[in-house]
Every structure is written in C-alpha cells, then in structure tokens.
C-alpha cells in the first residue's frame, strides 16, 4: 500500500491527480464573477408585499 492511498474510494484528492476545473464553481457564492445586477431588494419589497396583503387577506376573513 502506497502512502497517499486510503479506503475512502477514488473522489479522495491524490498527489498525482490532475486538476480538473469544476462545473460547480459558479455555485460558490463569489460576487466577483456575478455577470449581472441581482435587483435584491426589489425581490425583498415583493415579498413583504405579498405577505402583508396576505395577512390582511386572512385578517378581513377572520372578521366576517
């Protein structure tokens, strides 16, 4: 048995293994790569928009 193998099977990082770039690296959460403007706090005023008029919906029926 070499030194670098193990028994937790072949997705283990080795020293002979060559690096391969990974399709899940945009998935990183890194905002430099971000290629367009997220509207965040558009998304975050709908929300509370939409759950406020929800309650107020639940409201006006609790009172008939």
């Not at 990082?13 to 558009?42: C, D, F, M, N, Q």
């Not at 928009?49 to 008939?64: P, Y």
């Amino acid at each position: 048995m070499q030194e670098h193998e193990t028994n937790t099977g072949w997705w283990t990082e080795k020293p002979g293994r060559i690096e391969r770039p990974s399709s899940y690296a945009s998935l990183g959460g890194s905002s430099l790569g971000r290629t367009h403007k997220e509207r965040v706090w558009l998304k975050a005023l709908l929300v509370i928009a939409l759950a406020a008029s929800f309650g107020f919906a639940i409201l006006r029926l609790a009172a008939i």
